[in-house]
Nanobody, 122 residues
């Protein structure tokens, strides 16, 4: 069984910073893409940033220059450094990972964390 556990959310003032972490554990042979999504009240979940096994990254336009996604392959962990936070960044942030569980089967599954709340407010 694979688990993703996010941490690092909280309340921060506009202009502040937070660092989210997402630790992956369980039966893991290989992790391909990893990403951060967010969902604000009354809105659809949107992709914020993604990072692939080759280190390439993608960002939604609204966070470019402010957020940085990174991963530690040795720890099976993905991070999201969020700087210059704005009230519109307020949302529940979810991580996901594209995982191959074992060597003998090539099947890959997308797993999700439970979410961590980020509130940007003065």
């Amino acid at each position: 069984q694979v688990q993703l556990v996010e941490s690092g959310g909280g309340l921060v003032q506009p202009g502040g910073s937070l660092r989210l972490s997402c630790a992956t554990s369980g039966s893991i042979f290989s992790i391909y893409g990893m990403g951060w999504y967010r969902q604000a009240p009354g809105k659809q979940r949107e992709l914020v940033a993604s990072i692939f096994s080759d280190g390439s990254t993608n960002y939604v336009d609204s966070v470019k220059g402010r957020f940085t996604i990174s991963r530690d392959n040795a720890k099976n962990t993905v991070y999201l450094q969020m700087n210059s936070l704005k009230p519109e960044d307020t949302a529940v942030y979810y991580c996901n990972a594209d995982i191959r569980a074992d060597y003998f089967r090539s099947t890959r599954t997308i797993y999700w964390g439970q979410g961590t709340q980020v509130i940007v407010s003065s």
